[in-house]
């Protein structure tokens, strides 16, 4: 089956520098990347999605890249703020007999004034 | 729109014990999901349905069962609750393209099995 393996665990960046977290996955016929948020005691919420049909996708701030050949991608946030803390999880899923999306291990990104 | 809800937030369970979180959805989503994340940890499916009447198991199936009588609610039952099964538990709904749709999760129901 899929497996997401999620780096780093802990990151740490200084306010106003930029944030790179990165997945692997294992199933090349995997093809939708979703990346959620979630803020402590909070629920996850989408922040941006890639499909396997494309190479990079921006929304503001965030970006995210995906290289279907090496089977990894890669969550890219600039210009942190203080409310970008939060633990970030990667997942991967692909549409078939059995519609399941597996989710990384997450990664708590710390923003130091 | 509610969005998705559980219910309780917060219990507390003897080994043994048998309960069920409840889901609902109000945004007519055919698939729905368990979830459960213990502390610093990223999220496991339990159980998820792609429609009324159909469900399927996860990652982390046994010591749970699920139905799903009706669109709108997947209900999580647990049978002799046992301490591993102290996590908190996210249920989720998708849209029409299921998996490859954003998810939305409800609010989480943090369970303590002591």
């Known amino acids: 089956g899929e497996n997401v393996e999620q780096h780093p665990s802990t990151l740490s960046v200084q306010e106003g520098d930029s944030a790179v977290i990165k997945c692997t996955y294992s199933d090349s016929a995997s093809n939708y990347f979703p990346w959620y948020k979630q803020e402590l005691g909070k629920r996850p919420q989408l922040i941006i999605d890639?499909?396997?049909?494309?190479g990079e996708k921006k929304d503001q701030r965030i970006a995210v890249t995906l290289n279907k050949t090496a089977k990894h991608f890669s969550l890219h946030i600039t210009e942190t703020q203080p409310e970008d803390s939060a633990v970030y999880f990667c997942a991967a899923s692909r549409k078939n007999r059995d519609d399941k999306i597996i989710f990384g291990k997450g990664t708590r990104l710390h923003i130091l004034p | 729109n509610a969005g998705v809800t559980q219910t309780p937030k917060f219990r507390i369970l003897k080994i043994g014990q048998s309960m069920t979180l409840q889901c609902a959805q109000d945004m007519n989503h055919n698939y729905m999901y368990w979830y459960r994340q213990d502390p610093g940890m990223g999220l496991k499916l339990i159980y998820y349905s792609v429609g009324a009447g159909i469900t399927d198991k996860g990652e982390v199936p046994n010591g749970y069962n699920v139905s799903r009588s009706t669109t709108e609610d997947f209900p999580l039952r647990l049978e002799l609750a046992a301490p591993s099964q102290t996590s908190v538990y996210f249920c989720?709904?998708?849209?029409?393209?299921?998996?490859?749709?954003?998810?939305?999760f409800g609010p989480g129901t943090r369970l303590t099995v002591t």
């Open positions: 890639i499909r396997s049909n494309v």
């Open positions: 989720a709904s998708s849209g029409t393209s299921g998996i490859l749709d954003e998810q939305y």
